[in-house]
């Protein structure tokens, strides 16, 4: 797994574990892998993944049963919150972009419609 | 301990298999040349004969034995691979030891290996009478053989510890040095004028007690080689113990690898 | 706190070269240290100096509140960048002589690890390519249950798939009961590992702390960091 180095890394699997929680990559009550695997599987500090999975705790996007692991929420209105504020945060970075290319909100809503209809 | 033994042991084998199978070839190329000489020749000059064969052997098995003595320390000192020696939990005076242990080891293997040599070529050569007046000796006598042994003994450890400690000094003072050969061969020769200087001190302080003691003069040249070896045996046995502890106090307190 | 290396002031000398200057640093447990800067830095002799190799000439150091002897070699278990396996040992051979020598080896793991490895034990050290020799080195070191690691430059000089394997192999068979110390000047592929970081230059720590905060601090990767501290070395 390749990271953007400038960003702190448990933030960078946070969202990966988002997005894989929002696409359906992880069902909601799965168990999820061990901290010392997916560092592993990732290749980062077993203590960076504790930290993600402390973290998720906290915003109650996972749960921990002692001795069983920890669990992705089982609860729907979490699952599409998340699913929201990473559409927020996605959009939000586009509008970005697109300020900084200088384009008004006009153009850009119809360039939206535009390849939206081409890539049907 | 017997681990560190034990390693050395296994470092060696190489060393040794091919140092026997080079002995038994020149064994075997000796015997060749000595039964193509003329026959009368042969018959006169046996003991001769024997005794250069026996005589360069030792020679040459002594000059092995001690450049043997000096790497045996040398490559885990001063090359990359010593340090899975030095990174074990075994302290400078054990890992001495275990070398030392060692290297008695394998000078009682080498003289056995001497011994074995001499006593098959007095067979095969038909001496065996000369061999059987040797084991006449009287009491007296076998006490001096038995001494002139333990002072090869120690003088050999002696020796040893005299290198090991040059090594030790120079990874003590230079640790990484482009003339380690040199300085470490000036450290050896001035532990040596130093071993001198104190036995010329102590022979000189021991001969003015000495000569308050008379010694009759029919007692004098069997006790007076006693005596003397004794005081070669102790001289030898105290510098060692001396060595063995600087040695082992550098090795575990002041060394840089 | 539990600090399972302390350096108190710690300073190395040799005849002519200062090679570590006043060193402050505390290790604890559970974390994986990064200790970078370029050749010459001290970075090797600050590793030396912890496994009782070479001495220190002033200041203190202390590994479990003891006086670096003997005893505490049996605590650490430090990789040397140098090929320092005995070449004319088998891979069988070495391994045995780490069960001989240290009561606190892993048979088991050792023979999981060489498997993992893809090392033969009957193969000659001598006769092994770079990256096997260096991923012998790692399984000897790890397969030791002890509070302190240490590996000097543990990449350097691999090719990709030792670098893989050395890297899971250390992500894997970190115990957050001890310390690990890793140093490299090859900062990136390693980055990801590494709790926290300490940067030498010419035997003095120029900068510290935690990865994650460094970047959050500063907006920047470590390989950005390293060549900002480094840039006129």
Redesign the interface.
């Known amino acids: 797994m390749d ?8 933030i960078q699997i946070m969202e990966l574990i988002k997005t894989d929680i929002v696409t359906g990559k992880l069902q909601k009550g799965e168990k999820m892998m061990s901290t ?1 695997d997916l ?2 599987s ?7 993944v504790q930290r993600v999975y402390r973290e998720l705790e906290q915003e109650e996007v996972c749960f921990t049963k002692r001795g069983m692991g920890t669990f992705i929420t089982e609860d729907e209105g979490k699952i599409s919150e998340l699913k929201e504020s990473l559409a927020d945060e996605k959009v939000k970075l586009f509008i970005e972009a697109m300020r900084s290319l200088n384009l008004n909100i006009e153009d850009v809503i119809r360039k939206i419609k535009f390849y939206e209809e081409a890539s049907r | 301990m017997l ?1 560190l033994v ?2 050395e042991f ?2 060696k084998r ?1 060393s040794f298999m091919l140092a026997a199978a080079l002995i038994v070839l020149g064994q075997i190329y000796a015997l060749y040349k000595y039964f193509s000489i003329n026959e009368v020749i042969r018959d006169n000059f046996t003991e001769e004969i024997l005794g250069i064969f026996l005589g360069a052997l030792a020679v040459g098995l002594i000059l092995l034995y001690l450049i043997d003595l000096i790497f045996l320390f040398r490559n885990d000192l001063f090359k ?5 020696l ?7 005076y ?1 890992l001495l030891g275990g070398k030392l242990i060692f290297a008695l080891l394998e000078g009682v293997a080498i003289a056995g290996i001497y011994l074995s040599i001499a006593f098959i070529n007095l067979k095969i050569m038909g001496l065996e009478s000369l061999n059987l007046s040797l084991l006449n000796l009287s009491t007296s006598e076998i006490i001096i053989v038995t001494k002139l042994l333990m002072l090869m003994v120690f003088m050999i450890i002696e020796f040893a510890l005299t290198i090991y400690l040059s090594f030790a000094l120079f990874k003590s ?4 040095n482009r003339f380690k050969g040199l300085i470490t061969f000036g450290i050896f020769i001035l532990i040596n004028i130093l071993k001198g200087k104190v036995a010329d001190l102590a022979s000189t302080v021991l001969n003015n007690t000495f000569e308050t003691i008379h010694l009759s003069a029919e007692r004098f040249t069997l006790l007076g080689m006693g005596t003397t070896l004794n005081i070669a045996i102790a001289a030898t046995l105290i510098s060692s113990v001396l060595m063995y502890l600087g040695t082992g106090y550098l090795l ?6 | 706190m539990n600090y399972l290396i302390n350096c108190i002031n710690l300073q190395k000398n ?2 002519k070269k200062r090679a570590l200057v006043n060193i402050n640093l505390k290790f604890q447990e ?3 240290y990064g200790l970078l800067g370029p050749n010459g830095s001290g970075k090797t002799t600050l590793m ?1 100096v912890i ?1 009782d ?3 220190q000439t002033g200041g203190e150091i202390t590994i479990c509140d003891e006086v670096p ?3 505490t ?2 605590m650490v278990a ?1 990789m ?1 960048t ?7 040992m088998k891979v069988k ?1 070495a391994v045995n ?1 780490y069960r ?3 009561n606190d080896f892993d048979m088991k793991k050792a023979l999981e690890l060489l498997s993992f490895m893809d090392i033969d034990l009957e193969q000659k050290v001598g006769s092994l390519s770079t990256g096997q020799r260096a991923r012998l080195k790692i399984t000897l070191t790890i397969s030791r249950k002890v509070k302190i690691y240490m590996l000097d430059e543990p990449l350097n000089g691999l090719d990709p798939i030792s670098r ?1 394997k050395i ?2 192999c250390i ?2 068979q ?1 115990d ?1 009961g001890s310390t690990m110390i890793i140093s490299t000047h090859l900062v ?1 592929e390693i ?5 926290e970081v300490i940067f030498l230059e010419k035997g003095e720590v120029v900068l510290q702390g935690e990865t ?1 905060e460094m ?2 601090k500063r ?6 960091i390293y060549r900002e501290v480094y840039k006129h070395a």
């Open positions: 990271f953007t180095t400038d960003v702190p890394i448990y010392r560092a592993v990732l290749k980062v500090n077993p203590n960076t | 681990k034990k390693f296994l470092r190489m990359q691979e010593g340090y899975m030095f990174m074990t939990p075994n302290s400078g054990k003072l230079f640790s990484n575990e307190k002041r060394i840089n690898l | 040799y005849l559970g974390k994986i030396k496994a190799l070479h001495k002897s003997h005893k070699k049996a430090y040397p140098e090929n320092y396996v005995y070449s004319w051979e002589f001989d020598m240290y893989a890297k899971e992500i894997d970190f957050e990136d980055e990801q590992i590494l709790d994650e970047r959050i907006g920047q990767s470590l390989e950005e």
